[in-house]
């Protein structure tokens, strides 16, 4: 069965830091592979995704990921964290066939210490 | 703007009553969807929509219905609600039902408590 695994539930960095937040499906065919983040209070904003080509992502607020097949996995990067980057973030592997929907993660709430 | 609405975002009731919460997007989308989400569960989908008249059970069924009469409106209703749907809601579109690379929008959330 498809699934997704983001294996920190919480992870607490200083500002200015660099950080990875890490993602592993599974799922039979070629993923499409996406990054959430939620704000307090807030819905969901896309970050980056994945379909195909070049398997190093670009995504908004500095945000990048890279796609390692061998890995099944889908980690999120950023080389410098600020303190509104405060959220929670979740990982989501789109699946095709029958009704075609998003299967998410758990979640990663990412604190952040000036 | 290009968004989904939820109505109401916070809701407090009581076993039994029914309910329903409303989500319109303006961006003539095709694929509809909502989800609950729960601590520890990350989201999970509850019933989605591929097109007008065209819906069909998610993850997490039970308990709701919904319908999709017009293009823009998906709304979800609990017939009788029970503590266990306590959760917070979100709806989202998508332009097409069979791109599933393309992104899904979502809205702000509804956060209900069912005492």
């Known amino acids: 069965a498809q699934s997704v695994t983001q294996p920190d539930i919480h992870i607490t960095v200083s500002e200015g830091a660099s950080l990875e937040l890490r993602c592993n499906y599974s799922y039979g065919a070629t993923p499409y592979l996406f990054w959430y983040v939620q704000s307090p209070g807030q819905g969901l904003q896309l970050l980056l995704k994945y379909f195909s080509g070049d398997t190093l992502v670009q995504g908004i607020k500095g945000f990048e990921a890279e796609f390692k097949r061998s890995q099944s996995s889908f980690n999120l990067r950023k080389p410098s964290v600020h303190w509104s980057d405060a959220a929670e973030y979740f990982c989501?592997?789109?699946?095709?066939?029958?009704?075609?929907?998003?299967?998410f993660g758990a979640g990663t709430r990412l604190a952040v210490h000036p | 703007e290009a968004q989904v609405t939820q109505n109401p975002r916070y809701l407090i009731t009581v076993t039994g009553k029914k309910l329903t919460v409303t989500c319109s997007q303006n961006?003539?989308?095709?694929?509809m969807s909502w989800y609950r989400q729960d601590p520890g569960l990350g989201l999970r989908q509850i019933y989605y929509s591929m097109n007008v008249e065209v819906t069909d059970k998610g993850d997490v069924p039970e308990g709701y219905k919904v319908s999709r009469k017009e293009k823009r409106n998906f709304p979800l209703i609990l017939e009788s609600p029970s503590p266990n749907q306590t959760s917070l809601y979100f709806c989202?579109?998508?332009?097409?039902?069979?791109?599933?690379?393309?992104?899904?929008?979502f809205g702000p959330g509804t956060r209900l408590t069912v005492l």
């Open positions: 961006m003539n989308h095709e694929y």
């Open positions: 989501a592997v789109g699946v095709s066939g029958g009704y075609n929907k998003l299967i």
């Open positions: 989202a579109s998508r332009r097409s039902w069979d791109r599933e690379a393309d992104t899904q929008y």
